[in-house]
């Protein structure tokens, strides 16, 4: 094969490199990161837009949970107290 010929495929490959880590790796690690926060206690979701949607609907998915397991925590909280202030 001749240089041109190794040009492009060198070209296309990092073309495929840098597609699959953007659309796919990155979003995918931002997901995981996000998942150890709501397992340490943080329900506060951070989480990029992402212009596909391979991710995106499990990146909705999870802000919503944190916003449920946030709300169950302050009930919770809330609950906690009412019980200790019927108690005493």
Same mark, same amino acid.
């Given at each position: 094969?001749?240089?041109?010929?190794?040009?492009?495929?060198?070209?296309?490959?990092? =073309?495929?490199?840098?597609?699959?880590?953007? &659309?796919?790796?990155?979003?995918?690690?931002?997901? #995981?990161?996000?998942?150890?926060?709501?397992?340490?206690?943080?329900?506060?979701?951070?989480?990029?837009?992402?212009?596909?949607?391979?991710? #995106?609907?499990?990146?909705?998915?999870?802000? #919503?949970? =944190? &916003?449920?397991?946030?709300?169950?925590?302050?009930?919770?909280?809330? &609950?906690?107290?009412?019980? #200790?202030?019927?108690?005493?």
């Amino acid at each position: 094969m001749n240089p041109l010929t190794w040009a492009l495929l060198g070209l296309l490959s990092l =073309a495929a490199i840098l597609f699959l880590y953007f &659309e796919v790796l990155h979003p995918l690690l931002l997901l #995981r990161r996000a998942l150890e926060h709501l397992i340490h206690g943080d329900y506060r979701i951070v989480l990029l837009k992402t212009r596909t949607g391979l991710f #995106r609907q499990t990146a909705r998915h999870l802000v #919503r949970l =944190a &916003e449920m397991l946030q709300q169950l925590d302050r009930q919770v909280a809330d &609950e906690g107290f009412s019980l #200790r202030a019927i108690l005493s």
